[in-house]
């Protein structure tokens, strides 16, 4: 685990003094629209916050090629989260099948405060590149709206872009499931919860933090407070994020409860459309994948959560079969316990690969899982970096593997994803401003000085 004080977090976004300006030389970029193409050499330029050039320098210029080791990438979008602090690891919890791992969880003695869990988090998830999340809350008491309201605070004052989910789990008792007549919330408790998603938005939603709806899962909500939510979403425009067949359990609990299916039943009350984000999925079927797909849903795949705790194999090649729009999520749960977004992306296309027999090229996968992590985000998602836009992407420095940028053989996104590791994360930029900086290695030039015109 990243200790969070070795990270150089540059500034506060409401602080003074802050980083948005810069020049750099690149060597090559990826995400950004194709004119550009991918090997550079590239300028870059930030003035104010917004990207002023991003411009290709000539080719035949060897001595510019060779200049820079930098790569820009678009902001790293982690689809689904809850801010686990410093990682389960540290606190003692250690990985298990799901439904005890829950209940490990809530034994958890030292309990801590919401702002140190998801601002620990977001500095972990920022040191690997990642500049956008979601965060769905585990309450740690009984004041639900108070935390929500931390978390947001907890990320805007790391400047990461998050979607806050407050969460709804009125049945959450049942680990293993409700029955389909559980009582939940009384209809006046449900719209309690709804005024709090309300005003807690009202008080934080600023472009980079967006307030969505969290059903937990099915399984641990009652039905009419799905439904309630469902009507909710639909009357404010609100995104939807929920957890969907996460462990067998729950696949288990789904089909001896909606023999109909649960897919169909969420889809009855409302619950799929173009606003909704499910997380998991890994025990999702085709016909349910295709279903989600058909009603333009995101799926936030999330796979090293779903091997730590024995629950499955996420249908990374069929969800891409079925034209689903994919987000990549740590889950707080990466590998390494340490929020290593880079390993995430290789373990997910090594899943696809080993469920197809088939590459999955990168430049096109970095391209669907940030479109789906951007759709997770809502209003709060990272700007494609192009020039006049906002400054939100990431610099990576591929170090010794520099010299396969430019041949025939590798595109800049293969090396990218070959080669990204947190270490090698340069800078992060979210929204305009740096917020993060790592020194260059004494033998790396790749910072072009600063001109008279750019403060830096
Ligand atoms: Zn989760």
Redesign the pocket.
């Known amino acids: 685990m990243v200790s969070t004080a070795d990270l150089p977090i540059l500034k506060e976004p409401e602080g003074t003094g802050s980083v948005t300006d810069g020049r750099w030389r690149l060597a090559g970029v990826l995400g950004v629209p194709d004119e550009l193409g991918g090997s550079g050499p590239f300028e870059l330029v930030v003035r104010n916050g917004i990207i002023a050039t991003l411009r290709s320098i000539d080719k035949r210029d060897e001595h510019e090629r060779a200049a820079s080791r930098l790569v820009l990438v678009p902001l790293l979008v982690n689809a ?3 801010g686990r602090g410093t990682g389960n690891v540290l606190a003692g919890i250690a990985d298990g099948p799901l439904e005890p791992w829950i209940a490990s969880l809530r034994a958890r003695k030292d309990t801590t405060s919401q702002v140190a869990l998801v601002g620990d988090a977001c500095r972990a998830m920022l040191a690997s590149g990642v500049g956008a999340t979601v965060i ?1 809350v585990n309450p740690q008491g009984p004041d639900t709206a108070a935390e929500v309201y931390a978390a947001a605070q907890a990320a805007r004052d790391v400047g990461i872009r998050a979607a806050i989910v407050y969460p709804f789990a009125d049945t959450m008792d049942q680990v293993y499931g409700r029955s389909r007549d559980a009582v939940g919330w009384d209809p006046t408790e449900v719209e309690r919860h709804l005024e709090s998603v309300e005003r807690v938005a009202a008080g934080v939603e600023d472009g980079l933090i967006e307030v969505q709806l969290g059903p937990v899962g099915p399984q641990w909500v009652s039905e009419s407070t799905l439904a309630a939510i469902a009507v909710s979403a639909r009357r404010t425009g609100r995104r939807v994020h929920m ?1 969907l067949l ?1 462990s067998p359990a729950q696949r288990a609990w789904a089909d001896r409860t909606y023999p109909e299916g649960i897919v169909n039943f969420l889809d009855r009350i409302g619950l799929l459309g173009a606003h909704v984000c499910f ?2 999925g890994t025990q999702l079927r085709s016909d349910e994948l295709a279903s989600l797909a058909d009603n333009g849903c995101v799926l936030s795949l ?1 796979a090293s ?1 779903n091997l730590r705790l024995s629950s499955g194999i996420p249908p990374v090649a069929e969800a891409q079969r079925a034209g689903l729009d994919l987000g990549a ?1 740590l ?2 749960m990466a590998l390494g316990d340490d929020a290593d977004y880079w390993n995430e992306l290789r373990l997910l296309r090594g899943l696809g690969q080993a469920q197809t027999g088939q590459v999955i090229e990168a430049g096109p996968l970095f391209e669907r899982l940030a479109r789906g992590g951007r759709r997770a985000l809502g209003s709060c998602a990272p700007k494609v970096p192009a020039t006049d836009g906002v400054a939100d992407f990431v610099l990576l420095d591929l170090g010794d593997y520099r010299h396969l940028v430019g041949r025939d053989d590798w595109s800049v996104a293969d090396v990218a994803l070959a080669a990204g590791r947190p270490e090698f994360v340069r800078e992060v930029w979210v929204g305009g401003r740096a917020v993060l900086a790592r020194a260059a290695s004494p033998s790396t030039t790749t910072r072009a000085e600063p001109s008279g015109e750019v403060a830096s």
Do not use: Y
């Open positions: 689904h989260d809850h769905c957890h996460e997380a998991h999330n959560s999520g889950d707080g």
